[in-house]
């Protein structure tokens, strides 16, 4: 199945937006994944952030957001409480269910997120995540120093696919969307 070719890593600072979007670029086109949200808009210490993922093609999902302060970069999506993430093709998965909620935290600004659906299940044990009960986050300093060392090549923010010894080849396909769910007073 055809893939993006690599996208340059952008010199400069580390952005973890730019890991955003390098996920996005990545996948593969005709893996059509798409998001509906429940509001577009949060007012922040009252309403909650939720929204449906689905896919044309069965795999395993995850969701990674930027939140509005640009300085915490999560993995939401399996987490602590809820690691069933696998998805069938044409299905949508309600997220959060049961079990966890994400509230609008503020400040005021747009949460950036990453919604991808794997072909086979990935392992994030080498991108430096640490857990911040029930999510896992990426240290913006710890996750410069990995980007650093993954110039021109697939986001390390993804993972790597973990694959059976039956499964050879084993597949990096996924397919992604982005979505913006923004918060207010």
Known sequence: ???????????????????IDRIFQQRNREHSVTVALEKAQVRIGRDRLSFRVSSSRAGYLYVLMVGTDRQH????????????????????????????????????????????????????????MVAVDPFAEFPLETAAAIAATHPGTQSPFLGTPRCSARTSPCSDEYGAAVFTIEEID
């Open 1 to 19: 199945a055809p893939t993006a070719a690599p996208v340059a890593t952008p010199a400069g600072p580390f952005n973890a937006l730019d890991e």
């Open 73 to 128: 970069f999560y993995k939401l999506f399996p987490n602590a409480v809820d690691e069933r993430n696998r998805v069938a093709a044409g299905q949508s998965v309600a997220l959060p269910r049961s079990g966890w909620i994400m509230v609008a935290g503020g400040p005021p600004g747009a949460n950036q997120f990453v919604a991808v659906v794997s072909e086979n299940p990935r392992d994030f044990g080498d991108t430096g």
